[in-house]
């Protein structure tokens, strides 16, 4: 997947940059949403979940991350910009912090920062719009395809998701209520669109799904949690 690609390249570079490591038990905050960033966050270890907070105070899921990864605040504008979500750690992570120094930086590594982000800002889009002009059951389907890029391992009758996930968990992805996502994942196993293995989701017909979204006219690169 080119996020993967271009992060783990990016991680690369800032690795070097990161003078101590500090280590963060789980079910911690990161950062709240809300709140002035001024550092990058190298997640070296771990796994951590971004959310943001409704209005009405629901939480809507973003996606569960593992190390290594990158979070990055708001490099322009900083004094009228805080942060649009919240982070927190769900197995204990080891972090590394950057301060955003612009000495610290060359014109690549900016450039790099610069493409990252519109890249995000296009994945979280699409996510966005995938859950939004659908029907709960289709944005259900959107999220099980964005599982299966970023956590798929292929088996003999499918593709099988290889992280446990809830309905809770479900929920908070798509919006909805875990009694929703109960019915609708009890009504496409009824009609062999997916299975449980263990647990763990397995996607029996996930071209089915792919034809109901329209992923033809998607861009598949960014299809991922």
């Not at 979500?85 to 000495?103: H, N, P, Q, V, Y």
């Not at 590594?109 to 966005?128: E, G, H, P, T």
């Amino acid at each position: 997947m080119i996020m993967q690609e271009f992060r783990n390249n990016l991680a690369e570079k800032l690795i070097p940059l990161v003078k101590k490591k500090i280590v963060i038990p789980s079910n911690r905050m990161l950062f709240e949403q809300g709140i002035y960033r001024d550092k990058i966050i190298i997640v070296f270890e771990g796994e951590y979940k971004l959310t943001h907070i409704m209005p009405n105070s629901k939480e809507f899921t973003v996606g569960y991350y593992k190390g290594t990864n990158i979070l990055l605040p708001h490099f322009f504008d900083n004094d009228n910009f805080v942060s649009l979500f919240r982070a927190e750690t769900k197995r204990t992570c080891t972090i590394g912090l950057i301060s955003c120094d612009e000495e610290i930086f060359d014109e690549d590594i900016w450039r790099d920062f610069s493409n990252y982000s519109d890249l995000l800002s296009q994945k979280v889009y699409l996510q966005m719009r995938d859950l939004l002009f659908n029907t709960k059951r289709n944005a259900l389907f959107s999220i099980l395809i964005r599982f299966t890029n970023s956590h798929g391992i292929k088996v003999n009758d499918g593709i099988k998701i290889n992280i446990k996930l809830s309905n809770i968990d479900l929920a908070e992805y798509t919006g909805t209520t875990p009694e929703t996502i109960s019915r609708i994942l009890k009504t496409i196993k009824e009609i062999n669109l997916i299975k449980y293995e263990k647990k763990y989701i397995v996607i029996t017909d996930i071209e089915y799904m792919k034809k109901e979204l329209g992923c033809n006219c998607c861009n598949n690169k960014l299809c991922e949690i």
